[in-house]
């Protein structure tokens, strides 16, 4: 981490508790509601540090906010394993291999979802990803631009597997179900299998996407190396 980003992540007891420098654990730094409003209110750059971070982390105010939150993104999808793009693998493993890892990546931390959403921005781990991502794509036989929508669309995927859990969203009471909404009556159980449905409902969608795309492949594509 920089100056900066060890700053943001300060040495207090309360950032001690909630950062682990071995995991790299940030899921209690951010405030989700405070970075909700600050990105629907047009992700305002003059806000600071401490405009967002959580109430139990103590990080001088002036700390410009977009840079502290850079420094931590990075640090997070530096983990994203690229490495099939890297070693010319079939585009379909490749792909498949990247979308695992970086949904792995962001769904330890999902308070950081939204703010990843804007963009890449400026961030060196993010554009490296993306230039190998892309660079693959197009060696394994993909037009440019259809490797930049490839791209964009399993950020998408991954994005928004990540931001809610859609089984968590249930209640657990069966009796809410029972007699108004007769498909569900096992939409009780859903959030004590949560992460298991939502890891297979990201595989379903990433499965279908890629065979699609091999039929979309035979039409735009040319053998790699050509």
Known sequence: LTTTATAALAATGATTAVVDPESHDVRGLIDLHALLDWRASGSNPDATAGDLCHPAIVVPDSLPLPEVLDEIAGMVVSVVDTSAFDADEAWEVALADWARSY???????????????LGLRHRDESLRIANAVHGGLVRAGWPPREATMIGAATRSLVLGSTIGSFSRGFADDAQIYRDRYPHMQQAHRLP???DEIDQASFDLALTSFIGGLQARFAAVGRPAGV
């Not at 949904?103 to 959403?117: G, I, W």
């Open 192 to 194: 004590a299998m949560a």
């Open 103 to 117: 949904r792995s990546a962001l769904a330890a931390h999902p308070n950081l979802v939204p703010f990843l959403a």
